[in-house]
């Protein structure tokens, strides 16, 4: 049925894409249809890649023909609409595209285009995954998967660095990035904006760093859950932003990129047993998400009902029990 499913969505994706230069967006979006892998082409064709490659769709689409003029468009929209034009953004600027566009059809160009894109990050002073340096950091770990080229990295390793050196602590046992975002310095906890989502690149790019600089962030960052971490009859949560003044404020929103389902699908990678309370509130996390229900925004990732079925699909890898995969394979929660 799931399949189904899918294969509908993508046969009528393709039939638009085949007949009309831009894709209609989603009537709940606020925001028009764009290029960008946020919710805009790069993402549409990425996913049909994907799901090409895994042979979950029976389809002989080349999402080739379309990355040119997807990456020409973006590249012109972006400086006009972007609060950080100066930035390389994952989500919202040329670098995913440039990705795929050198996975299907690797060449000395391209990768020199997606290095320089990297670079601007550099000194820029934005440090989150949506706008700034934790996306630069993802396309530069894919692109040493791909390639095995030392250049790339380096240039992980660098943006590590500078990102580590600005991870200071909060008190004695927290220890967060001072997010520079939308005109004001906050402490944003989530996976798209804070704190989960400066771990995100250096979880992904774990074989990068060395044993003890792994540990070391291991160890500050499930520290810093477990402190940030709004606990109530055996559920947990976590703010949008976190405020020292009022630490055990509670948090209204329970989804992907504010609340526990990010938390939980962002940092279940990080080492399982080394810290009991870390593990057992990333499951209270997981229960807050699946007693809440299902979202009223859509079926979406960032805030919709498939951002918190990843959180299930995480814990289950994460802990092998039986009851998270249920629970996101079941068709409404409860």
């Not at 000194?123 to 396309?139: K, T, Y």
């Not at 001072?178 to 992904?204: E, K, M, R």
Request: with cysteine.
């Amino acid at each position: 049925m799931v399949q189904e499913a899918i294969c509908a969505i993508v046969h009528e994706t393709i039939t638009q894409l085949q007949t009309v230069p831009l894709l209609t967006g989603h009537p709940m979006d606020d925001q028009a249809f764009g290029s960008d892998l946020y919710f805009g082409k790069a993402g549409v064709l990425w996913a049909i890649h994907y799901l090409q490659t895994v042979g979950a769709i029976d389809s002989t689409i080349d999402v080739t023909t379309h990355l040119d003029e997807t990456l020409e468009r973006n590249r012109q929209r972006y400086p006009k609409v972007s609060p950080y034009p100066e930035q390389s953004s994952y989500l919202f600027g040329e670098l995913p595209l440039l990705l795929l566009q050198y996975k299907l059809s690797p060449s000395e160009d391209k990768a020199n285009q997606i290095l320089h894109s990297i670079h601007k990050n550099g000194s820029q002073p934005i440090r989150e995954l949506m706008w700034g340096m934790a996306g630069s950091m993802l396309a530069a770990y894919f692109m040493y998967q791909w390639t095995q080229e030392s250049r790339w990295q380096e240039v992980f390793k660098l943006q590590a660095s500078l990102l580590l050196q600005e991870w200071q602590p909060v008190g004695e046992v927290v220890y967060l990035w001072t997010i520079d975002l939308y005109g004001s310095q906050q402490q944003w906890l989530g996976p798209v904006h804070g704190f989960a989502s400066n771990l995100t690149p250096l979880l992904v790019g774990q074989s990068l760093l060395t044993d003890k600089e792994f540990q070391d962030i291991s160890t500050k960052a499930m520290m810093t859950v477990v402190q940030t971490a709004v606990t109530e009859n055996e559920k947990a949560n976590w703010s949008a932003v976190y405020d020292k003044a009022h630490p055990r404020q509670t948090p209204n929103l329970v989804q992907y990129c504010h609340g526990a389902p990010g938390m939980v699908t962002a940092l279940a990678t990080l080492p399982r047993g080394s810290n009991e309370q870390f593990d057992r509130i990333l499951e209270q996390g997981g229960e807050l998400t699946w007693q809440a229900g299902p979202l009223k925004k859509g079926s979406n990732l960032c805030h919709g009902t498939g951002g918190n079925g990843y959180a299930f699909l995480k814990l289950f890898t994460r802990t092998g029990n039986q009851i998270w995969l249920d629970r996101a394979s079941t068709r409404r929660h409860k």
